[in-house]
């Protein structure tokens, strides 16, 4: 049981959440977040007023899967977020002690395992 | 629009200045100016938000560079005398052109009301290419699509060229203006190919409330786009004027009852689109039918122009904000109807339409069609090709993603400031760089 937590490029997120989708990772939290990966600075102008943009605009997902799905996560997400340049992003895989799933009161792989779907 | 009874008044009296004309024409000049940014509104809400200045400077840029391109050249080639396919150099650089009378109002107010014109038609195609052009490219094709394809086009309806001597009716530009707009934005979108994410992800308008203010104040500069298309302060003017009130509405009440019927829910996109739409499809009318023929035009005029959006949008063009659907089709369909529409008891110097007797009306409005379509298209690709010979005409993948905003004007439309660090020039200190933006600072 872990959680994992990317930080990639905005402009790569539909191509994440596609591989995402393909592995079968249905559960996630996505947030739009502002972060610095050493990229260079984008500079703006605004009527003779320069500006560097430090931040930049990233997407934060954070998953939390069962151990058989910590690979095929992180590599489709290796694999769909990078466009080569620097600034692409950060992979964190962390240790969970407990989840619990709201609605059933489920804890730990449980939680993490997507209900299945019913039938209607 | 047409020019008979100017030039009727031309040939009975010598030519004089009529303050009323003038009065109106100047009012009417500074409406049809407002459209060029109205339209950048009405594009710029139904881009996504990094995309959104860009896609405003592509309407904004027209005004300053087919505005001097107008004055230097196009209205010579477009109105001065010439043979039946181009004017002349006669009035090249505002040569010959002051306040001496042209029909009834001052030659130079003449040339800026036209110069709105040529203006706002190349603003137009802009809403095939946005999100993907690049600015600079497109800059270059204004300046050579206003040379190559409007001025020769208005020449032939309005500057005595030879649709005009057939008998074309066109009163304020359906032809001139929207389909040739509409088809030279159907070849441009072809010829950049279908945005990067494109059929592959949700594409949605940042802002639907910008396009329906563009609607609106579209709307509003057309009654002197159609109105001062009678250059004059006539009963003309005041024919066109109500057209352009009443079209619109039907073709509004039709779209949304459309959108009612197919998917059960009136949209606020569809009803702004509806608005442009009726008002493209008057547009060659207005000053040639009833009040009553433009209620039933403008309904009609809803349902091509409503179903070829339905349908390019499954397709794997992407004319993006269906200039070709709204314009070429809207144009086409409002060319055809003036040829079915047109009442000389309305206008004496047009001519009967089909249903007051005169089927042949509608050959020569389809010749005109037709014509415009072919030479706007064929010119357009021509140009387009030329231009990608020496550059590139369409942003990387990459930078397609970032946003143009950003890549091309080194600005955001709604940016918070958070993380932005001023940049001290170096005459002063090379400290480390002092805070923020105030929204960063007040935090």
């Known amino acids: 049981m872990k959680l994992i937590v990317a930080i990639i490029r905005p402009d790569r997120l539909n191509e994440v959440l596609e591989a995402l989708y393909r592995t079968e990772v249905r559960g996630l939290t996505v947030s739009r977040v502002l972060g610095h990966g050493g990229e260079t600075d984008r500079v703006e102008t605004y009527r003779g007023t320069t500006v560097k943009m430090e931040l930049h605009e990233k997407v934060r997902l954070e998953i939390g899967v069962s151990e058989p799905f910590v690979n095929v996560t992180v590599k489709a997400i290796l694999g769909a977020a990078r466009t080569g340049e620097v600034g ?22 449980a939680a993490v395992t997507p209900p299945l779907p019913v039938e209607a | 629009m047409t020019q008979l009874p100017t030039l009727l008044a031309l040939q009975s009296a010598p030519p004089a200045v009529v303050p009323a004309d003038t009065a109106w024409m100047l009012v009417a000049t500074a409406l049809v100016l407002l459209m060029t940014p109205a339209l950048a509104f009405f594009y710029g809400g139904l881009v996504r938000s990094k995309n959104s200045l860009n896609t405003m400077m592509m309407s904004y840029a027209a005004l300053g560079v087919v505005g001097i391109v107008w004055a230097l050249l196009a209205y010579s080639l477009a109105f001065s005398d010439g043979n039946a396919i181009i004017g002349s150099t006669t009035n090249a650089l505002l040569a010959g052109v002051g306040t001496e009378a042209k029909g009834t109002i001052p030659h130079l107010l003449f040339m800026a009301f036209q110069g709105t014109f040529a203006i706002i038609t190349a603003a137009l195609i802009s809403g095939a290419v946005v999100e993907r052009m690049r600015f600079g490219p497109y800059l270059v094709f204004l300046v050579a699509w206003s040379l190559l394809v409007y001025a020769p086009v208005a020449h032939w309806v309005w500057g005595g060229g030879w649709l005009m001597s057939r008998g074309v009716l066109d009163f304020a530009g359906g032809t001139v203006v929207h ?56 009963e003309l003017a005041a024919l066109a004027f109500t057209n352009t009130f009443l079209a619109p509405m039907a073709t509004l009440v039709v779209w949304v009852l459309l959108d009612y019927f197919r998917t059960g829910r009136a949209t606020a996109v569809g009803g702004a689109t509806a608005i442009v739409v009726g008002l493209v499809a008057i547009t060659p009318a207005a000053g040639f039918v009833s009040p009553a023929g433009a209620l039933v035009l403008g309904a009609i005029a809803a349902l091509p122009s409503y179903f070829a959006i339905v349908f390019r949008s499954r397709t794997r063009l992407d004319d993006s904000l269906d200039v070709f659907a709204g314009h070429g089709i809207g144009g086409a369909t409002g060319a055809l109807l003036t040829g079915v529409f047109a009442q000389k008891a309305w206008n004496s110097a047009g001519a009967d339409g089909l249903l007051a007797g005169n089927p042949a009306q509608l050959g020569i409005q389809a010749l005109g069609v037709a014509t415009s379509m072919v030479y706007a298209g064929f ?11 020496v550059m590139a005409l369409r942003a990387e993948p990459r930078t397609e993603g970032i946003g143009m905003d950003v890549s ?15 940049v001290i020039q170096e005459s002063k200190a090379s400290a480390p760089a002092p805070v923020l933006t105030p929204q960063a600072a007040a935090r």
């Not at chain 1, 002690?97 to 804890?107: D, F, L, N, P, S």
């Not at chain 2, 010119?379 to 010979?389: E, V």
């Not at chain 2, 091309?408 to 001023?422: D, K, R, V």
Request: charged content about 20%.
């Open chain 2, 408 to 422: 091309e004007h080194g600005e955001e439309a709604y940016s918070n400031g958070e993380g932005s660090i001023l």
């Open chain 2, 179 to 234: 389909i040739n707009a509409g088809v030279s934005a159907l070849v441009a979108a072809l010829v950049l190919g279908a945005r990067k994410d494109y059929s592959r992800q949700a594409i949605l308008p940042h802002s639907v409330p910008f396009t329906l203010l563009g609607a609106g104040l579209l709307w509003f500069g057309w009654f002197g786009f159609n109105g001062g298309s009678a250059l004059a302060s006539n």
């Open chain 2, 379 to 389: 010119m357009t690709f021509f140009i387009l090709k030329a231009l990608g010979l």
């Open chain 1, 88 to 109: 692409d992003g950060k992979v964190f895989v962390l240790d969970v002690k407990q989840v619990h799933r709201i609605r059933t009161g489920e804890r730990d792989e």
